[in-house]
């Protein structure tokens, strides 16, 4: 296990105002801003970093119900990914009990903390296939399309030149947030491209410019001048102007409406936890993630009648799509043990000695273990990876049914468009499955592993995620309906037999003496295994955390919940910003479309008011 001497003392601010970047106390105390952003997550920090700067006189503030945590350890070394899991960093959301998974109950990380989920998040690095932002503008959102997005996503970043990274599409070049294709690339991996070759899959090393397919390196979200993790709280909010004051540690309990007109309400503010209330002169945010944007709204009165009742909460605004089209990406993997001369990511756990000199090695800027992040990654759409995707498509079909949903309806055309991404698989160093590392004592404790871990881009469950309580501390109601479909179970299925076909390819295939999950016993290498694979899949399918679409932008009639300029329908100056709006969910994984969302929201927001004012302030 990890020493104790590695957890670095947790600062834990209380409720108090802190300026991230230049401090200027003045505002501290303020009872009025003219921007108020709730939330200081991946969004959240990005939307209130471009307000500061985008209107100079204008006093915005950003209220984060976490802690700010610069300079913890378990956030900042890329190799502690994952460590602040289950901490006082995470909400630690879990689902209500999924029937298709034999009525296992999955965990729901969240970030609470400066920075929010992108302070917790694993750091790949990646862009879904130009058709799939282009489907949100089809849905009813003009301006909300590839161009847009690869445009708001290029301000994001600082990308790292690479040789493995060839041309420059879809990479930017000046942005807040620092990107690298890791250094540190276990000898293991080198095995990767070559291996998925032999399977006829090409080499892709320009995947972020709208064209995924192929394997490839991918990028993670670390500064490769100190190789520490780049998220919301160290990128965005450390560039923002002495306009912005951050407030951490405190929670908004709910967004204050007053009517303006019979179909309209304006928020005048919020009121936090402890009943004070705090005025917001031009305009709210809500950027409190796909999980808890619904429940603010639902709090503040905005949302669906009979979730509202139940709730005891008194209708402002009907809008009955607040929490739906719960949209996620599903995971599967299976891990190998390693001939004994590789030397994997699992060291870390139980040699102490290793772990210490590495740690030591990192603290001074050298190559170190404690700089790995994945980097070995394929997209592939399911005819590359073998799969008999007709079937796939036959069994989406009959999940779809009669739907009129437009969101089922652009999910079935992502499945027949060949040049969008349906299976994802990574090559992760060290064991990253569900069985467990070998316990100390027994016979495989000190062995090396390596982990496929394949993801499912297109699932064809929706859920929703609702408060059912008018109580702020008591957790939503999560229910994400995981393989709640034969199309979703099959996929699995799919995805992981071809995980094991990976393994079994050379060069790969000599790397390692035995499949360790499920291995053999669980799942039989020879003759018809269908029923144990699908047993598997029930048994360990897991989420990849992607969890979008819960304030979706659609059009009011087809359970939307916000404008293409991201206003809260029924309200004047009310806007959600942040993963829930996404209304379908892309492949890949979504922190560079959420951070371009905030990136566009807050061009569309400093365009507004520009409008309205005449370019000046005019109070
Ligand atoms: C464990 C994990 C691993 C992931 N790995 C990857 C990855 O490798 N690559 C990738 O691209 N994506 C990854 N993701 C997904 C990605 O990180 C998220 O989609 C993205 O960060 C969500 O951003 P957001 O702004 O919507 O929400 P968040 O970043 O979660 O921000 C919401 C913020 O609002 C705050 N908040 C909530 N309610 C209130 C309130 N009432 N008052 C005040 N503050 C409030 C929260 O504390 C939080 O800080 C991962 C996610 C997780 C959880
Ligand atoms: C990088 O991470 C280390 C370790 O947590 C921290 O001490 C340091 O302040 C971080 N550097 C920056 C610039 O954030
Ligand atoms: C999450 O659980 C951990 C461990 O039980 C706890 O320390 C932490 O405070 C919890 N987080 C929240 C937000 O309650
Ligand atoms: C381990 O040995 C195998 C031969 O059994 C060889 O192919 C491989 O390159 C070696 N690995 C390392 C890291 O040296
Ligand atoms: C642990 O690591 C140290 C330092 O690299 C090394 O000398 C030692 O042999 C390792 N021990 C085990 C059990 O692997
Ligand atoms: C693929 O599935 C369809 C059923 O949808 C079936 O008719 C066809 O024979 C299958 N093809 C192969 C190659 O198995
Ligand atoms: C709110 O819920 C919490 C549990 O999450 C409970 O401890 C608290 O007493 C509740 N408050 C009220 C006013 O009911
Ligand atoms: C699935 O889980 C059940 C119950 O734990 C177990 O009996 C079964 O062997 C598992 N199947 C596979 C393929 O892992």
């Known amino acids: 296990m990890v020493p104790a001497l590695l957890f670095a003392l947790v600062a834990v601010l209380g409720s108090s105002c802190i300026a991230v970047a230049s401090p200027v106390v003045d505002r501290a105390a303020n009872t009025a801003y003219d921007y108020i952003v709730v939330g200081g997550g991946t969004a959240g920090s990005a939307v209130a970093t471009r307000l500061s700067l985008g209107l100079p006189w204008a006093s915005i503030l950003l209220i984060e119900a976490g802690p700010s945590a610069l300079g913890e350890d378990r956030i900042n070394i890329p190799g502690r990914k994952g460590s602040t899991l289950g901490t006082v960093y995470d909400w630690n959301f879990t689902t209500t009990a999924q029937p ?12 609470k903390v400066l920075g929010g989920s992108s302070a917790l998040n694993l750091m790949t690095w990646d862009r879904a296939s130009a058709p799939e932002y282009d489907a949100w503008a089809d849905l009813g959102n003009p301006g909300w399309d590839w161009p847009s997005m690869i445009a708001a996503m290029k301000k994001v970043e600082t990308f790292t030149p690479s040789a493995h990274y060839h041309g420059s599409a879809g990479i930017g070049t000046s942005g807040p947030i620092k990107t690298v294709i890791n250094r540190f690339i276990p000898a293991q991996q080198e095995s990767w491209i070559p291996t998925l070759n032999g399977l006829g899959v090409p080499l892709n090393l320009e995947s972020l410019g709208g064209n995924p397919l192929g394997v490839m390196y991918q990028p993670s979200n670390i500064d490769s001048a100190i190789y520490n993790r780049s998220y919301g709280a160290n990128g965005y909010l450390t560039h923002a102007g002495s306009n912005l004051r951050v407030m951490a540690g405190t929670r908004v309990a709910k967004i204050n409406l007053k009517k303006q007109s019979k179909k309209s309400q304006v928020a005048t503010g919020v009121t936090l936890q402890d009943g004070t209330v705090i005025q917001a002169r031009e305009e709210v945010v809500i950027s ?102 007709s079937l796939l498509l036959s069994l989406a079909r009959q999940a779809v049914g009669t739907s009129t949903s437009p969101v089922d309806r652009k999910k079935l055309g992502f499945l027949s468009n060949p040049a969008i991404p349906q299976l994802e698989v990574i090559f992760s160093d060290g064991y990253t499955g569900v069985k467990g590392y070998p316990a100390p004592g027994t016979p495989l404790y000190g062995k090396g592993f390596f982990s496929l871990i394949a993801a499912v881009m297109h699932p064809l469950s929706r859920g929703s995620v609702h408060i059912h309580s008018s109580n702020l501390t008591v957790p939503p109601t999560i229910n994400p309906n995981y393989l709640s479909n034969e199309h979703d179970i099959q996929a699995a299925v799919e995805a992981v037999k071809y995980t094991r076909k990976i393994a079994n390819t050379a060069p790969m295939s000599s790397l390692w003496t035995a499949e360790y999950e499920p291995g053999a016993a669980a799942v039989p290498e ?30 009011r009639d087809q359970e939307g919940v916000v404008s293409p300029s991201l206003v809260v329908f029924g309200t004047e100056n009310l806007r959600v910003v942040d993963a829930s709006v996404m209304p379908v969910l892309v492949s890949g994984h979504v922190q560079t479309a959420v951070y371009g969302i905030a990136e566009r929201a807050a061009s569309i927001m400093v365009e507004d008011c520009n409008r309205r004012r005449g370019g000046g302030r005019l109070v």
Request: charged share 15%; proline share 3%; with cysteine.
């Open 526 to 555: 020879t003759g018809n295994n269908d029923a144990q694979w699908r047993d598997f899949v029930l048994n360990t399918t897991l989420s990849i955390f992607h969890p979008v679409g819960t304030c979706a932008m659609l059009p």
């Open 100 to 111: 298709g998974a034999k009525n296992r109950v999955f965990s729901v990380p969240r970030g």
């Open 288 to 389: 409190a993630g796909s999980i808890q944007s619904p429940g603010l709204l639902e709090l503040s009165g905005i949302g669906r009648r009979s979730t509202l009742d139940a709730a005891g909460i008194s209708q402002v605004i009907d809008l009955p799509g607040v929490g739906e089209n719960l949209q996620d990406h599903i995971r599967i993997q299976t891990s190998f043990q390693l001939k004994d001369n590789f030397t994997s990511f699992d060291i870390l756990r139980y040699n102490t000695t290793f772990a210490d000199e590495q740690l030591r090695l990192w603290r001074t800027g050298e190559l170190s273990m404690y700089d790995y992040t994945g980097s070995g990654y394929t997209f592939m759409n399911w005819a590359a990876a073998g799969s008999n995707s």
